[in-house]
């Protein structure tokens, strides 16, 4: 999933041209760009802050220089980019957006994530509002879009599949996932609810959990193909093995599920118990 860095240059070039045959097609107001956000290299991205306020992350691709800001609060992202490199000095806050070179502003919006796609992502520019969605397979189209350069694509891709290695919560289409051996502790001690969206998400799959859903819900969704309309995806996650079990009996015709099983050497960092429906059609049933 990792692309070594001397390949850069041929995926810049590889997206530029995918993006001057849009522009050429649909000039400047295209509706969407069809760009790889799979297969980023995470080596080179530098953690500038990580603390109680915000996440910082540095990147830079051919002496492109992209710096995303998660907002721990408000779970904001925002991208800022400079057509030259930035030493980290001059970045000690988030108001030091303007130091090095020419810069570009963007609020940046993950829309989806799935593990043959990647990233669904929106840059809407902040100076004139402008939008542009990228999506591999064109699953998301925008009415506004603007022209963006073939490395704000790369940059802003790396950045946020570097966030999803460092954050505990993140919105995916306006809703919160929190990592499972973030959270998962304390929904089984609080026992509000049995069931919940789940999604594997960042370069090491990790498992992240979302809103409660009912147990019909959990059911239905297990064995969907592309989900549901809330969260894309088929996988559930549930504060019990017994719990996680029944999702996956009554998903598979009330026959005798498979599990539990992990594909990992352990508990945790991305490997977790779960259920499959007797046949394996379908998701994960985690718990």
Do not use: C
């Not at 910082?56 to 408000?74: A, C, D, P, Y």
């Not at 989806?112 to 939008?131: H, I, M, P, V, W």
């Not at 603007?146 to 704000?152: D, H, M, T, W």
């Amino acid at each position: 999933m990792i692309i070594r860095k001397n390949l850069s240059k041929i995926i810049a070039s590889f997206l530029t041209f995918i993006l001057i045959f849009v522009s050429v097609i649909h000039p400047a107001s295209a509706e969407s760009h069809n760009t790889d956000l799979v297969n980023v290299n995470l080596q080179d991205v530098e953690i500038l802050t990580d603390n109680d306020q915000e996440i910082k992350l540095k990147t830079s691709v051919e002496g492109f220089t992209g710096i995303l800001v998660q907002n721990k609060e408000t779970l904001e992202i925002t991208l800022t980019t400079y057509n030259e490199p930035v030493e980290p000095s001059n970045l000690l806050t988030t108001a030091d957006t303007k130091s090095g070179g020419s810069s570009h502003e963007y609020f940046l919006t993950l829309d989806d994530y799935s593990q043959r796609y990647g990233a669904t992502l929106t840059f809407e520019n902040e100076l004139t509002g402008e939008k542009t969605t990228v999506s591999k397979d064109y699953s998301t189209i925008k009415p506004r879009m603007v022209f963006l350069a073939p490395l704000v694509v790369v940059v802003g891709a790396k950045l946020i599949e570097a966030l999803l290695l460092v954050s505990a919560v993140i919105l995916i289409n306006e809703i919160e996932f929190a990592k499972t051996d973030s959270i998962a502790s304390s929904l089984r001690n609080k026992r509000e609810y049995d069931h919940y969206y789940a999604k594997i998400l960042s370069a090491d799959n990790d498992v992240w959990i979302g809103p409660a859903i009912s147990l019909s819900q959990a059911t239905t969704r297990l064995v969907s193909f592309y989900g549901d309309a809330s969260v894309s995806g088929n996988d559930v996650w549930s504060t019990t093995l017994s719990g996680a079990a029944k999702v996956a009996q009554r998903a598979g015709g009330n026959k005798e599920p498979v599990g539990p099983e992990i594909h990992g050497m352990g508990l945790g960092f991305g490997y977790y118990y779960h259920y499959h429906t007797w046949n394996r059609v379908g998701g994960h049933s985690f718990f």
